[in-house]
């Protein structure tokens, strides 16, 4: 590829975002805070709730997985967005809520559960009365959560909580698609701000399976046997809280229309000609990936993969936010899926596995509910984006708040 062609390219195609497209801003500033906390490795925001001078019944969620520090503006919307307005519903409930942020989302669960333990004791000191705590989080603040509480009992700290609550949390792993992580690292030499956020800490602790370059081979990566090494040895859950969980995706095993082995994308120029990225199939020798045009040639393939594009399961456009920013930089692109499976509901309320359709795709709504250690779940009655606070789960988590 000649100097000034990559130069071209450098300046057309802007960084590519995996969660929420890249530099996206929140359509409104975040409510003022009653108090903020400066935390090692971190920062919280507390709103107390109505007719409360203090914190009398604390309420903290943790932050998910994306780049850069918690834009808290973001969160806030995520927690209060319309029309289901979950932190306000919440506090009109007399709970206060602690909103736990990193000043690195993509830094190693294993650090940032530092954070979330800071702000636990925090609360545990400040709170006025004894009402025992809620703790927990969205998506991967669910895992640091889990990991922060079980690790805080193993060494007899006294957390104070009497539920912790995941939502949406890849428990048992997250999926992003093999074709996009490989576009993502050959997109590198270009703008390489997707390429970094998939080889991240906690992106490689996180995803079931990993591809570190687009001529690799996806596996699991280091950093999740590590993570999951961790987990065992402070006993995978907390033992005090009562768990609960919640799925953005659906319990019936029902796929969610996209369909295994197709294409998702293409696009045909001027920087990607006749490049493909097709949706994940099972079997040996899956083509997922034709990557051609002024960064070279290569064809990206997996073995033994389930169906996982098309699980049930909370989704992200992740697709979508890729056709969206190649369009932008004047690519020709058709894109036949925006969204996908990233968290399968099998990994969300942690009751199967994800590495067999007959787990992905398992009915789990006639499963005996002790398979899950949680011991209360939700899945949504129908599919939902990842993470989203719908009406559904709302109303379901502001049933279950501890006394």
């Given at each position: 590829m000649a100097n000034q062609d990559l130069e071209r390219a450098r300046q057309a195609i802007g960084p590519i975002g995996l969660v929420t497209p890249a530099g996206e801003q929140p359509a409104r500033r975040a409510q003022a805070a009653d108090d903020e906390w400066p935390l090692p490795g971190g920062a919280a925001r507390v709103y107390y709730g109505q007719g409360n001078r203090g914190l009398t019944r604390p309420v903290l969620l943790a932050d998910g997985f994306n780049s850069g520090p918690t834009n808290f503006d973001a969160f806030w919307e995520h927690v209060d967005g319309?029309?289901?307005?979950?932190?306000?519903?919440?506090?009109?409930?007399?709970?206060?809520?602690?909103?736990?942020?990193?000043?690195?989302?993509?830094?190693?669960?294993?650090?940032?559960?530092?954070?979330?333990?800071a702000a636990i004791q925090r609360?545990?000191?400040?709170?006025?009365?004894?009402?025992?705590?809620?703790?927990?989080?969205?998506?991967?603040g669910g895992i640091v959560t889990r990991y922060a509480l079980a690790r805080m009992e193993l060494q007899r700290m006294?957390?104070?909580?009497?539920?912790?609550?995941?939502?949406?949390?890849?428990?048992?792993?997250?999926?992003?698609?093999?074709?996009?992580?490989?576009?993502?690292?050959?997109l590198a030499p270009v703008n390489d701000a997707l390429s970094q956020q998939l080889n991240s800490p906690a992106s490689r602790q996180l995803l079931w399976r990993h591809l570190e370059a687009p001529t690799g081979v996806p596996a699991?990566?280091?950093?999740?046997?590590?993570?999951?090494?961790?987990?065992?040895?402070?006993g995978d859950w907390p033992r005090i809280p009562r768990l609960l969980g919640v799925a953005n995706g659906v319990g019936n095993g029902h796929a969610n229309g996209v369909a295994p082995g197709v294409e998702a994308l293409r696009s045909n120029g001027p920087y990607l000609t006749d490049t493909r990225l097709l949706t994940q199939a099972g079997g040996r020798d899956r083509v997922v990936a034709e990557l051609r045009g002024l960064l070279g040639e290569i064809t990206v393939r997996t073995n033994d993969f389930p169906d996982l594009d098309g699980a049930p399961g909370g989704t992200l456009e992740s697709f979508g936010i890729l056709a969206d920013t190649l369009k932008d930089a004047g690519e020709n692109v058709d894109v036949s899926h925006r969204s996908i499976c990233f968290v399968p509901t099998s990994s969300a309320i942690a009751i199967r596995g994800i590495e067999t359709n007959d787990d992905l795709y398992a009915d789990i709504n006639n499963l005996p509910p002790e398979e899950s250690p949680l011991d209360d779940f939700l899945t949504s009655s129908r599919p939902t984006p990842h993470s989203a606070v719908t009406e559904e789960i709302s109303a379901w988590i502001l049933d279950r708040l501890p006394d």
């Open positions: 319309e029309p289901h307005r979950f932190a306000t519903r919440l506090r009109e409930r007399g709970r206060d809520l602690i909103l736990i942020g990193f000043d690195d989302r993509s830094a190693s669960i294993l650090n940032n559960a530092q954070v979330a333990t609360a545990v000191a400040e709170r006025v009365g004894n009402a025992r705590l809620l703790v927990g989080g969205f998506s991967m006294d957390h104070q909580v009497g539920v912790y609550l995941s939502v949406d949390s890849p428990h048992r792993g997250a999926s992003v698609p093999i074709a996009l992580q490989a576009i993502a690292h050959h699991e990566d280091r950093a999740r046997a590590e993570l999951l090494e961790q987990l065992r040895q402070v």
